[in-house]
């Protein structure tokens, strides 16, 4: 039974491109989340998603940051216009639907931006 | 608003010996849930222990264990026979219940483990 996966696990974009950050969640679950860890910190809530709908959005940058969980395929965390400051590990996790509880987590997409 | 400290920003501990790590938070609900996660140097987060906080009783997985002191407000993890593979980072998190509408983990910043052989 595969865990959270995502990719790629690290992305190096230059100042102005764009970053894409996918996650696929466990079998079964139909609940995602995005945090991001800035380097020596704890991990940040950023915004958690159903299929095709953004639950919570509340520590989601207003700019710049986009996320979505489309009906099929991976969910997206997309990012544009990067800056040197976006420089992070960014995780995702899941949880099935009616347990949301306990969230497992991916391996993470370690972000840096030249 | 709810928050996760970790005063001990590092430890070490000796092979084989027990080691506990500190965590506390605030928060103004009655029920939730706490967990402990380890991110070894590979960073991939891994769940540890988890307690419900209504359960009185301490949470327990082999060499892991819990002291849960709701009314201080206190989850300290304790690492039996510490081993070489325990090194790690170790965040200490907190959750609310699923009916409050809220959903995400509120993280402590951290504690690196160190151990010694």
């Known amino acids: 039974n595969a865990g959270v996966m995502q990719n790629p696990r690290h992305l190096v974009r230059r100042r102005g491109q764009e970053a894409r950050l996918r996650c696929s969640p466990m079998k079964g679950h139909s609940h995602v989340y995005w945090y991001r860890q800035l380097p020596e910190e704890g991990l940040k809530f950023m915004v958690y998603?159903?299929?095709?709908?953004?639950?919570?959005e509340s520590g989601m940058p207003k700019e710049r940051f986009s996320a979505e969980f489309p009906k099929e395929g991976p969910s997206i965390l997309r990012i544009q216009q990067v800056v040197r400051g976006d420089s992070a590990a960014y995780f995702c996790?899941?949880?099935?639907?009616?347990?949301?509880?306990?969230?497992?987590f991916g391996p993470g997409t370690r972000l840096l931006v030249l | 608003a709810q928050t996760v400290t970790q005063s001990q920003p590092e430890m070490s501990v000796q092979e084989a010996e027990t080691v506990t790590l500190s965590c506390t938070y605030d928060t103004s609900e009655s029920d939730y849930y706490l967990f402990w996660y380890k991110q070894p140097p590979s960073r991939q987060m891994i769940l540890v222990i988890r307690q419900e906080a209504y359960k009185q009783q301490n949470a327990t997985e082999n060499r892991f264990s819990v002291n849960f002191q709701k009314a201080a407000k206190s989850f300290s993890l304790k690492i039996s026979d510490s081993q070489l593979g325990d090194a790690a980072m170790y965040f200490c998190a907190y959750r609310s219940l699923p009916l409050s509408g809220t959903y995400k983990y509120i993280f402590g910043t951290g504690t690196r483990l160190k151990v010694l052989a």
């Open positions: 998603l159903q299929k095709e709908n953004i639950i919570d």
């Open positions: 996790a899941s949880s099935p639907p009616g347990s949301t509880e306990t969230q497992y």
